[in-house]
Nanobody, 130 residues
């Protein structure tokens, strides 16, 4: 079992930066893919969480086009923390951001994140004002 605890969310103005973190606990060595997903207020009810970025155990990263050049996913294997560094934030980045992990290599883009990822954090809110 793996537990994920996010932190670092908050409110920033457009153009600002924020880094959110996800601390891993438990059977950490079993994790292969980790990622960040988000649910925004503009999403249609019942729609899937949007995949923001993922990182595999070999360090390979993938991200959605809307955040390329602005967001960076990384992990500290000593501290067992996953990060999402967000720069040049836009109001449309406002969302509840979730950390997720799974023991298998996961596809990109994700089709059904809640089905594809076994472990989820509780979410951390990021609000960007214009």
């Amino acid at each position: 079992q793996v537990q994920l605890v996010e932190s670092g969310g908050g409110s920033v103005q457009a153009g600002g930066s924020l880094t959110i973190s996800c601390k891993l606990y438990g059977d950490i060595d079993s994790v292969t893919t980790m990622g960040w997903f988000r649910e925004s207020p503009s999403q249609s009810p019942g729609s899937e969480r949007e995949g923001v970025a993922i990182i595999d155990d070999d360090g390979t990263t993938r991200s959605v086009d809307s955040v390329k050049g602005r967001f960076t996913i990384s992990k500290d294997n000593v501290k067992n923390i996953l990060y999402l560094q967000m720069t040049n934030l836009k109001p449309e980045d406002t969302a509840l951001y979730y950390c997720a992990a799974d023991e298998r290599k996961r596809p990109w883009p994700p089709l059904n994140p809640l089905f594809e990822y076994k472990y989820w954090g509780q979410g951390t809110q990021v609000t960007v004002s214009s």
